[in-house]
């Protein structure tokens, strides 16, 4: 393949992501600023990108110079590299008719709505009928897409590229015991602290200072980033240099804005983290949401819930906010590291957060191939969550009513959270492990630590497989042993 038909490849996979960044600019501003009445034009703005960017990412144009790529050998093995990906994305795109897209899009729409008014009225029965339709759309993909072993394994890919379902199931099987001794300890302990100690007036303009602060402290870069308010928080890229943040406030607490920033400035950091001359090509794109969620995690929970980190903070905040003088930092620590048992995820604590987690992989497996029908959902919901929990849930809105995922089509998903934790833990011991880092850590210096991250995980995107980039930054595949240790020395010392 010629120079010139590799770099045409790359202009056109570049302009996709003009149209797809274009995209989340205005999705960004929906979320954030956009007026309430600018809604329906919005809306019509963001489908002409959306349909513009998929005809370019599958059309002809792509095709033959995917062709041409494919029948040349390149000797740079980073454009090989990104051919290959390229194709991977290309292949799948194809292989899904347009109708299915739009038939699936319109679904979606329906079954938002009906999933809204079901959780409202905690009655699974109006949701039912869309939750077949989606996942009968689900098994067509699987079989339009192919898989190895099972339907589950082509959904999967979607979010973690070359992840087989079986190695997931292993993986929490071996972890399923542990966590759930692990979660009945922390929440007994957690008895013994108050959950309202931290309760007091926090004013907003100071929250925000002191996130701007910490958020500035490890590494994000207020020059090609921002953070703003919205009901959901989250983190999106509209740029190679821009990357935006949002938060909510409690104005009674201000941990849960705290933390939340710290999640999302580890996904905002990983993103800047990418090389920028790349942008839109799969060697500058994240490598999967297992591999994003462990640079959040990492972030949130391994620096943001140490000692080290609020002997340094803890002071700064007590300026911000006078009256938490009189809390201790042993207090401060045990409220922030507190668990308890939630009916529902979002809420739910590090402890016992992968229970959550679970129990969906279990469910949506069964669901896929056949083995669990839809109507016996939230019975099966329940029956697991007793399992796991040793409790059961009041209603189906605190049951399987309760995610957003399933009603927008998002079947596959949920096992990146709890991949995300497993490599968080590994990847931190692994960092720690050097003198250097571990010291700087010590000392609530986090510069040693992202510069190892950037070298490890960020600045290779997408051009290897989420294992094997675990495999070579931590010299092994993502294995339990390492979050299993990080939550027994947290909750069970
Ligand atoms: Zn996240």
């Known amino acids: 393949m010629s120079h010139t038909a590799f770099d045409q490849l790359c202009d056109t996979v570049r302009e996709v992501a003009l149209l797809r960044s274009t995209e989340s600019t205005l999705s960004w501003d929906q979320e954030t600023y956009m007026p309430e009445k600018a809604l329906a034009y919005r809306a019509k703005q963001m489908a002409w990108l959306s349909g513009k960017a998929h005809a370019l990412a599958s059309g002809r144009m792509m095709q033959k110079l995917l062709v041409q790529a494919q029948n040349t050998r390149m000797r740079d093995p980073k454009a090989a590299a990104n051919v290959k990906v390229m194709l991977h994305d290309y292949e799948r795109a194809v292989k899904i008719p347009n109708k299915l897209v739009m038939e699936e899009s319109s679904a979606t729409s329906m079954a938002k709505h009906a999933w809204m008014e079901a959780r409202k009225k905690s009655d699974f029965n109006i949701f039912a009928p869309h939750l077949e339709k989606l996942l009968s759309y689900a098994r067509r993909r699987t079989e339009l897409w192919g898989y190895a072993d099972e339907p589950y394994d082509a959904l999967l890919e979607n979010y973690e590229r070359g992840t087989r379902t079986r190695e997931v199931a292993a993986l929490f099987a071996k972890l399923k015991p542990d966590l759930v001794k692990t979660a009945r300890i922390a929440v007994e302990r957690g008895k013994s602290v108050k959950p309202n100690l931290l309760r007091g007036h926090y004013p907003i303009a100071k929250q925000q200072q002191l996130n701007a602060e910490i958020a500035a402290s490890i590494g994000f870069d207020f020059g090609a980033g921002r953070i703003d308010t919205t009901a959901h928080p989250f983190c999106t890229t509209l740029g190679p240099r821009d990357v935006r943040l949002t938060t909510r ?66 002071p700064r905040a007590t300026e911000l906010f006078p009256h938490l003088k009189k809390i201790s930092l042993e207090d401060f620590l045990a409220v922030i590291t507190r668990s308890e048992y939630s009916f529902i995820r979002v809420e739910s604590d590090e402890a016992t957060y992968d229970l959550h987690i679970l129990l969906r992989f279990s469910l949506e497996r069964r669901m896929v191939s056949g083995d669990l029908a839809t109507k016996d959902v939230p019975e099966a919901w329940n029956a697991e969550f007793k399992d796991l929990f040793g409790i059961s849930p009041p209603d189906d809105a605190h049951g399987c009513l309760q995610d957003i995922h399933w009603s927008m089509g998002g079947l596959g998903y949920f096992a990146t959270y709890t991949l995300g934790n497993l490599n968080a833990a590994q990847l931190y011991q692994t960092a720690c492990k050097q003198t250097n880092i571990r010291k700087a850590v010590d000392q609530a210096d986090y510069a040693p630590l992202l510069s190892w991250l950037r070298e490890k995980v960020h600045v290779h995107g997408s051009v290897m497989l989420p294992g094997e980039l675990i495999a070579q930054a931590t010299g092994k595949p993502t294995d339990a042993r390492h979050y299993l240790k990080h939550l027994k020395d947290r909750f069970v010392k």
């Open 249 to 314: 406030y409690d104005e009674k607490d201000f941990t849960s804005s705290l933390f939340g920033v710290l999640h999302e400035t580890g996904h905002g950091l990983y993103e800047l983290g990418l090389p920028e001359a790349d942008f839109g090509l799969p060697s500058a794109t994240a490598c999967s949401l297992g591999i994003h969620e462990s640079q959040s995690r990492l972030w949130e929970n391994h620096v943001g819930r140490s000692r080290s980190f609020w002997e340094k903070w803890l």
